[in-house]
C-alpha cells in the first residue's frame, strides 16, 4: 500500500516538522512494515511553470519531426517575453497549456536545464512529459494520442499562465511503501493507515467514513441477493446527468498516481480514490447498459463471462456473479464485466450505478486464484472489508461525481443486508499482562482496545466488540496482542525462559540422524524436497493403478495447481534433483532424502480446534492426530554416473543396482535390523534387477521397500541417465524390526579362521536364500559370511547353472579355534544350504 504523506495529513494533524521518515519509524513502532519512503521531487528545483503555445514552427530536414514553439509563460523568465523552445512531442497544438521547465532549473535525475542550439534554433527550455517530472501514466486524452501516455502533459485551459507546476502537479512529496500482511486488511486503506498514525502520534483522527448517509428506501436501483453468505451487503447508489466530457482534476490523477494506480476515467477514477481511501472496492456500471434488476449468485457450472480485460472466462459454480436480465456482468468482488463498461472513449456515459458490496473473503479469494485473476478489489476483500463502511464509501463516491462531473444524486438508495450481530470476546482484564509478562494495569488495556475502534465494558471480566473493520480479531490472544504491540514490542523485557529438563531426543529422531549421517558417510549428498507431487508422477513411474501409492492427500490451497497432493514417495522429488544436476553438468551423483511421506486414513475425521490458554488433552491430541493422514518416515537414494572415480589409481566403476542394495544395508545396520534382500520386481524398477527388501516385524515378513536400477522407459520419460538406480524403503517399519539398541560388537583376543566354500545351484536360486542357509548351517561361531564370486561357465557347470563363492570367517570368544572345529562348521553349512536349495560344492 503506497500511503501519500500529503493525503495522509488529511486525517491527521501531524506535526510540520514530521518527515515520511519520522512517520516511517512511528507506524513501524506499532507494527506496520513500512518498507520504504519514496521521495518524489527531492532534486526537483524551478522555475517550472504553465505555458500556453502561441505558435509552432514545423522544422524540415531532419530524421524525425521537429517543432520550434514560442510559448506565454507570463513574467516566469523575468521579461515576459514569449519562450523560445524546440520540441520533438506532437501531441499537443497552439492554444494548449503544457508544462515548462525554464534556464536553470534542475529535473528529477540532477537534468539540468539550460538555453542550447540544436535543429538549427536555441532552445530556451523545455515542455515537458510525464516521463521527465517523474511523474507515470497521465490521464489526460490529449496525451494518449501522438506522445502516447507518457507524451507532454496537456493542462485542462482553466489554469493561469505562469503558475507553479511544482505545487500544481504536486511534484513534491514522501510516499509511504507498506507490506501489508494478510490479517491486516483494513491498512489497504488511507483510513487505515490514517487510524494507525493517529494511536501512534496520540493525535485524534478525522475518519473519512464519517459521512451524512441517506436511510435506504424503496426508490432506488432494484437489487437482488440471492447468496446471503456470499454477499451479506448490497448497496446501490445512482447519478444521473454526468457531463460525459468531465475529466477527472489534477489532485486526484495526481494521488492515484503516487498510490500507484493509473489514471483512466473520470467515473473510474473516482471509484478507485473512494478505494484507497476508504478500503471499500466500488463498481460503476453504465446504467443504458445494464438491463434490470442487479443480482448477485453463484455462477453456473460452464457460464461464461467476458471481464474487463477482454478475457472471455469459464465460470465454476463456486463462482460469485453479479448479474442483470441476460446473465453475469460481473466476476464479484474481483472485476468488471465488458458489457457494462463505461466506455470513455466514446463520452456518452451520463448516469451511473454504484455498486458498494461486502463480499465473503474466502470465496473472493478462490475465485481470484481459480482464473488467476489478482486484482484491487480481490486483494483487499479476501483480506478483510469493513461492512459497515458500503453504505459511506457509496456516499462518497457520489459526492465527488455530483462535484466533478456536474451530476445529480438519485433520491433512491438501495441497500440489501443481511442481519448479523456484533462480535464480542470475553477476556479478563489482565490476560494481556499473563501474556506479555508485564503489568499493564485495567486501564491501559482499555484505554488501549478503545483506540482500535473497540467497546469495552465490564471490570475485572471485560466484554469488547471488536470494530467492523477488524475481523482479524476474535481471540483473546487477538486483543492481548493489540494492547502489547501499541505499548511497544521493544518494552517487553528480555527475560530467558526455564523449561524443565527434557528427555533429549526420541529413538525415532536418533535412528533418522544415524541413517543421515551413515548415507553422507557413504558418499551420499542429502537432497530436501518439497512433499507436493502431481498425480501425473505415478504414471511416469509405471505404478499400477490399484497401487497404495496412488491413495493421495489432496491440499484445498495448493502452492501449485500441478502438485495438488502431499507425496507418497520420495522418488518423485529426488529424480528430479538428479535430472535438474545432471541437466547442469554434474553427472556423477548421489542423492539421498529422509522423510515423510502421507497417506489418508480409512475414515475421514474433522481436525478439533485446539485451546490455547491450557494444554490439550491427551484424547484432545489423540483426537487432532486421528485427523491428519498417516505419516511414515521413509528413506531413499538415488545414483547415477560414476560411483568411484578412474585416476592414476586405477580404473572407476560406474554406480549400478547393487550400490542401491548397499545403500538399503546401510540404513538397516543403523538401525539394527537384519535385512533379507531378494529378486523382486514393482513399479518403476528393471524387472530383472530390481530387489525386494524384507524385514521381520512380530515373526511376520514385511516387504518396506525395492532397491536396484529403474526401467529404460522411466528413465526416458523422466529425463533421467542410462542406468540410473534408486532405493527406497520405510524406515519406520524397519525401525520396528530393530532389536533394540544397537550394541557395539564384542571384539575377541583370538584369532579368525577363514573358510571358502564354493557352490554350484540352479541359476534362478537367489544368493539370499544360499547365505541364509549358510548362515543358520554355521551355527554361533560363525562371524561374518561374504559373497565374493559369481561364475557361470555352461561347459563346467552345466546349463542353467551357477557357482557361488563365500568367504565364511570362524571365531570363537574363549578360545582358538581348532580346524577341526572350523570344518565341521563349515560343513554343517554346506550341507543346511545342500538341503534347502539343492547346492553342491563345486569341483
Same mark, same amino acid.
Given at each position: 500500500?503506497? =500511503? ?412 440489501? =443486508? ?16 499473563? =501474556? ?259 524385514? =521381520? ?147
Amino acid at each position: 500500500m503506497r =500511503v501519500p504523506l500529503s493525503w495522509l495529513r488529511e486525517y491527521v494533524d501531524l506535526p510540520a516538522t514530521q518527515t515520511g521518515r519520522d512517520v516511517q519509524e512511528k507506524l513501524v513502532s506499532v507494527g506496520l512494515e513500512v518498507e520504504t519512503v519514496e521521495q518524489l521531487g527531492a532534486d526537483l528545483k524551478g522555475p517550472l511553470v504553465v505555458g500556453q503555445v502561441l505558435t509552432i514552427e514545423e522544422l524540415e530536414g531532419f530524421k524525425k519531426p521537429i517543432r520550434f514553439c514560442t510559448v506565454d509563460v507570463g513574467r516566469a523568465n523575468g521579461t515576459g517575453e514569449p519562450q523560445e523552445i524546440v520540441c520533438g512531442a506532437r501531441n499537443f497544438a497552439v492554444g494548449d497549456k503544457v508544462v515548462v521547465v525554464l534556464p536553470g532549473a534542475v529535473l528529477p535525475g540532477g537534468f539540468a536545464i539550460a538555453a542550447r542550439k540544436t535543429y538549427g534554433k536555441t532552445s530556451h527550455g523545455m515542455i515537458c512529459s510525464t516521463d521527465e517530472l517523474g511523474m507515470g501514466d497521465w490521464g489526460s486524452p490529449r496525451t494518449e494520442s501522438g506522445g502516447g501516455t507518457h507524451g507532454i502533459i496537456v493542462l485542462p485551459p482553466e489554469h493561469e499562465v505562469g503558475t507553479d507546476a511544482i505545487e500544481l502537479l504536486q511534484l513534491v512529496d514522501e510516499v509511504l511503501d507498506i507490506a501489508v500482511t494478510p490479517d491486516r486488511g483494513y491498512c489497504l486503506s488511507l483510513r487505515g493507515v490514517a487510524r494507525e498514525t493517529a494511536i501512534a502520534y496520540g493525535l485524534p483522527l478525522r475518519d473519512p467514513a464519517l459521512l451524512d448517509v441517506p436511510a435506504p428506501n424503496a426508490y432506488g436501483y432494484p437489487v437482488q441477493v440471492s447468496d446471503p453468505h456470499g454477499c451479506d451487503r448490497f448497496t446501490a447508489r445512482t447519478v444521473s446527468g454526468l457531463d460525459p466530457e468531465a475529466r477527472s482534476p489534477i489532485w486526484l490523477q495526481r494521488r492515484l498516481q503516487k498510490a500507484g494506480m493509473r489514471p483512466i476515467s473520470l467515473a473510474v477514477d473516482v471509484t478507485n480514490y473512494v478505494m484507497l481511501e476508504l478500503g471499500q472496492p466500488l463498481h460503476a456500471y453504465d446504467r443504458s447498459r445494464v438491463q434490470g434488476t442487479i443480482g448477485v449468485r453463484r455462477a453456473e457450472a460452464g457460464e461464461k463471462l467476458t471481464t474487463l480485460d477482454g478475457v472471455t472466462r469459464t465460470l465454476d459454480a463456486e463462482d460469485l456473479v453479479i448479474t442483470d436480465d441476460r446473465g453475469a456482468i460481473g466476476l464479484a468482488g474481483v472485476m468488471g464485466g465488458a458489457n457494462t463498461e463505461i466506455d470513455d472513449t466514446e463520452g456518452t456515459t451520463t448516469e451511473v450505478v454504484v455498486e458498494a458490496a461486502h463480499f465473503d473473503a474466502i470465496s473472493i479469494a478462490r475465485t481470484a486464484r481459480r482464473h488467476k485473476l489478482a486484482s484491487e478489489a480481490s486483494r483487499r476483500f479476501e483480506r478483510g472489508v469493513d461492512p459497515q463502511a458500503a453504505a459511506a464509501a457509496a456516499q462518497r463516491t457520489v459526492d465527488l461525481l455530483v462535484l466533478l462531473a456536474g451530476g445529480t444524486a438519485d433520491a433512491g438508495v438501495t441497500e440489501v =443486508v443481511a442481519p448479523a450481530a456484533p462480535r464480542t470476546i470475553t477476556i479478563p482484564a489482565d490476560h494481556p499482562d499473563r =501474556v506479555a509478562g508485564v503489568t499493564y494495569g485495567r486501564e491501559t488495556v482499555v484505554r488501549r482496545l478503545q483506540e482500535v475502534g473497540c467497546d469495552v465494558l465490564g471490570q475485572d471480566e471485560l466484554t469488547v466488540t471488536v470494530p467492523s473493520w477488524r475481523p482479524d480479531l476474535t481471540d483473546p490472544n487477538d486483543l492481548a496482542e493489540e494492547v502489547i504491540r501499541l505499548e511497544g514490542y521493544e518494552n517487553l523485557p528480555s527475560t530467558l525462559p526455564k523449561p524443565p529438563a527434557g528427555l533429549g531426543l526420541t529413538d525415532r529422531q536418533r535412528l533418522h540422524r544415524r541413517v543421515g549421517r551413515a548415507l553422507a558417510g557413504a558418499g551420499y549428498v542429502e537432497a530436501l524436497n518439497y512433499p507436493f507431487l502431481g498425480e501425473q508422477a505415478f504414471d511416469q513411474l509405471t505404478l499400477a493403478a490399484d497401487d497404495p501409492a496412488r491413495r493421495v492427500v489432496k491440499l484445498v490451497n495448493p502452492l501449485s495447481d500441478e502438485e495438488p497432493a502431499l507425496r507418497t514417495t520420495l522418488l518423485p522429488g529426488l529424480l528430479g534433483a538428479l535430472r535438474r544436476n545432471d541437466g547442469r553438468g554434474s553427472h556423477d551423483l548421489a542423492l539421498f532424502e529422509t522423510g515423510l511421506v502421507f497417506h489418508p486414513r480409512e475414515e475421514l475425521t474433522a481436525a478439533v480446534r485446539l485451546p490455547v490458554d491450557r494444554r490439550p488433552t491427551d484424547e484432545e491430541i489423540a483426537s487432532l492426530t486421528q485427523a491428519l493422514p498417516v505419516q511414515p518416515r521413509h528413506a531413499a537414494v538415488v545414483l547415477a554416473g560414476a560411483r568411484e572415480q578412474a585416476g592414476w589409481w586405477g580404473k572407476g566403476r560406474p554406480a549400478d543396482w547393487a550400490d542401491a542394495v548397499e545403500a538399503a544395508r546401510i540404513v538397516a545396520r543403523e538401525a539394527g535390523t537384519e535385512l533379507v534382500v531378494r529378486k523382486g520386481q514393482y513399479g518403476p524398477w528393471h524387472p530383472g534387477r530390481c530387489a525386494e527388501l524384507v524385514v =521381520v516385524v512380530d515373526g511376520t515378513e514385511r516387504v518396506v521397500g525395492h532397491a536396484g536400477e529403474l526401467h529404460p522407459g522411466v528413465l526416458k520419460t523422466l529425463g533421467l541417465p542410462a542406468r540410473t538406480s534408486a532405493m527406497e524403503l520405510d524406515l519406520d517399519v524397519v525401525e520396528r524390526a530393530s532389536a533394540g539398541l544397537v550394541k557395539g560388537p564384542h571384539i575377541s583376543t583370538f584369532p579368525v579362521a577363514t573358510q571358502d566354500v564354493a557352490l554350484v545351484v540352479d541359476q534362478f536360486v537367489p544368493h539370499a536364500d544360499v547365505e541364509a542357509a549358510l548362515r543358520e548351517g554355521a551355527g554361533a561361531l560363525l562371524e561374518s559370511i561374504r559373497l565374493f564370486d559369481v561364475y557361470e561357465n555352461a561347459e563346467q557347470l552345466g546349463e542353467g547353472r551357477k557357482s557361488l563363492a563365500y568367504a565364511l570367517r570362524f571365531r570363537a570368544g574363549d578360545r582358538t579355534l581348532t580346524v577341526d572345529e572350523a570344518s565341521a562348521a563349515r560343513d554343517a553349512a554346506v550341507a543346511l544350504a545342500g538341503e534347502r536349495t539343492g547346492a553342491v560344492l563345486r569341483g
